[in-house]
């Protein structure tokens, strides 16, 4: 799995959240696109769960948007999310989601907003939801399985982090 960060620019003329990291610092956006293997779900999981267990704490709400399944009640509830501060929009077409991402980031209604694209983002989509996320002050998840293609490409930027390191 690899993780790539996009962190927004702390010269914004927002005002910050008052919500805040476990570290902490005040939350001021950033776009994180995570490249998953599909067959090991679990990995993705024990990464991101964490974080969103931690965003769950804020008083603001966490927006799935998912191409096919509906998150199942027990399963949010079983990871330790806020099922009071949980929605999800299923059968999202993979053409609205960086537009409707970015309308919810902007919005500030949302600690976490996360999205699957079967694609890489390009640097204007990059762009749009980076400057989405800083403008809500909140965090955006762009999920997407990972393709052969992808080990020799990469992601755009960030860090790098390879499932086979969890073995």
């Known amino acids: 799995m690899y993780?790539?960060?996009y962190e927004t620019h702390p010269d914004h003329k927002q005002p910050l959240s008052q919500d805040r990291h476990a570290s902490g610092e005040t939350v001021k956006g950033m776009i994180s696109e995570v490249v998953y293997r599909e067959?090991?779900?679990?990995?993705?999981?024990?990464v991101l769960l964490p974080l969103l267990q931690q965003l769950g704490k804020q008083s603001r709400w966490q927006l799935w948007l998912t191409p096919q399944q509906k998150l199942s009640r027990s399963w949010v509830q079983t990871a330790g999310l806020p099922l009071t501060k949980v929605m999800q929009v299923s059968q999202m077409a993979p053409e609205f989601t960086v537009e409707t991402m970015a309308r919810a980031l902007r919005t500030g209604n949302y600690s976490v907003v996360i999205g699957w694209l079967p694609h890489e983002?390009?640097?204007?989509?990059?762009?749009i939801l980076t400057d989405a996320a800083e403008m809500g002050n909140a965090v955006g998840f762009v999920?997407?399985?990972?393709?052969?293609?992808?080990?020799?490409h990469g992601p755009l930027s960030g860090l790098k982090i390879h499932s086979s390191l969890y073995h």
């Open 3 to 5: 993780v790539s960060g």
């Open 39 to 46: 067959d090991q779900p679990w990995v993705t999981q024990m």
């Open 143 to 152: 999920m997407r399985p990972l393709q052969s293609t992808s080990y020799s």
């Open 121 to 127: 983002l390009t640097r204007d989509e990059q762009k």
